[in-house]
């Protein structure tokens, strides 16, 4: 089972097929197995990166872990990019809080060649 270790946390990530690197962000509780369908139809022409969010799924929450923030969670999929040599990427991501993510991974210099939100952020 692939592990990277960053910044506190241990996230669980697979990597498939080759080609321009694709990252794809689950939100809420999900995990990255939601994408295995499109990460098989991808994996064609693109590398597919899907990965756990600190705390969800198969990604251990970290000890004495109890919150997270946009910018945490920018930092990590950066640190992922980071760790797999990867970039730039396309970056996609799903629920609000991942299209929060997805845009705060992009100001936190995450290097990106597009970011595709499939839900846009709730705003009051």
Known sequence: MPMLQLAG?????????????????????GDGGHFAKVAGLLGEDHT?????RRGNG??????GWTTTSPEQQA?????LIEALGLGPVAVFGTSTLAAVMAMAAEL??????QVFRAERPVQS
Not at 11 to 22: A, I, K, N
């Open 9 to 29: 946390a241990e996230l669980y990530y697979e990597v498939s097929g080759q080609g321009p690197p694709v990252l794809f962000i689950m939100g809420a509780s």
């Open 48 to 52: 597919v990166i899907t990965y756990d």
């Open 58 to 63: 198969r990604s251990p929450r970290p000890h």
């Open 75 to 79: 930092d990590d999929a950066a640190g």
């Open 108 to 113: 936190a210099g995450t290097r990106r060649r």
